[in-house]
């Protein structure tokens, strides 16, 4: 429960730094709080201001006692579904048109070595009437074993018309045991 707490928190908070998600480690001297984001510079602040605010959060609102703060960047951004999806949104409240965005987004991530992205995007897309499009490339996988190593991620976005829901899934580039490969 704390966890998801914290996880929302930090979400609303860390959104503009491409927060991705916090894991929580208990030692003998504190919490060990790892927070893994895109741009690590913006959830640090200037000389460590928002880490200490942070610092304070966490123990006076959520009982993190003696919390040490770690903030880790993603290795590679355009292979996580979250960051994926939040461009996404960012770029449709800039007022990129929603197909645009969705075919970069699969460009990108397709060039970074993704063995498959799908994008899903839904709401009142061209009309009045609620609807959604959806964008593959290569291959993801929706169930049995391969289906754990899928990344997942949906974020609602609000603009003028009302919600819309980027829902992103991203199959990274690694070798699945027992799966057999299509010949060339």
């Known amino acids: 429960m704390q966890y998801m707490e914290l996880n929302a928190y930090l979400a609303?908070?860390?959104?503009?730094?491409?927060?991705?998600?916090?894991?929580?480690?208990?030692?003998?001297?504190g919490t060990r709080v790892v927070i893994l984001a895109e741009r690590p510079a913006m959830v640090i602040?200037?000389?460590?201001?928002?880490?200490?605010?942070?610092?304070?959060?966490?123990?006076s609102k959520f009982g993190v006692d003696r919390p040490q703060?770690?903030?880790?960047?993603?290795?590679?951004?355009?292979?996580?579904?979250?960051?994926?999806?939040?461009?996404?949104?960012?770029?449709m409240v800039r007022g990129v048109r929603f197909r645009r965005a969705a075919f970069v987004a699969i460009r990108r991530v397709m060039e970074a070595g993704a063995r498959g992205i799908e994008v899903v995007i839904s709401g009142k897309l061209s009309s009045e009437r609620s609807r959604f499009e959806k964008y593959t490339a290569g291959v993801t996988y929706k169930s049995g074993k391969p289906s754990e190593y899928v990344d997942?991620?949906?974020?609602?976005?609000?603009?003028?018309?009302?919600?819309?829901?980027?829902?992103?899934?991203?199959m990274p580039p690694i070798e699945i045991p027992g799966l057999i490969k299509a010949s060339s």
């Open 12 to 29: 609303r908070k860390l959104a503009h730094a491409g927060y991705v998600d916090v894991q929580l480690f208990r030692t003998p001297i």
């Open 45 to 59: 602040g200037r000389r460590g201001s928002n880490i200490k605010e942070l610092q304070e959060v966490l123990e």
């Open 152 to 170: 997942e991620a949906v974020v609602q976005v609000l603009l003028k018309p009302g919600i819309y829901g980027v829902k992103v899934r991203i």
């Open 69 to 91: 703060i770690d903030v880790v960047e993603v290795a590679n951004p355009d292979l996580n579904a979250k960051i994926v999806a939040y461009g996404i949104a960012r770029a």
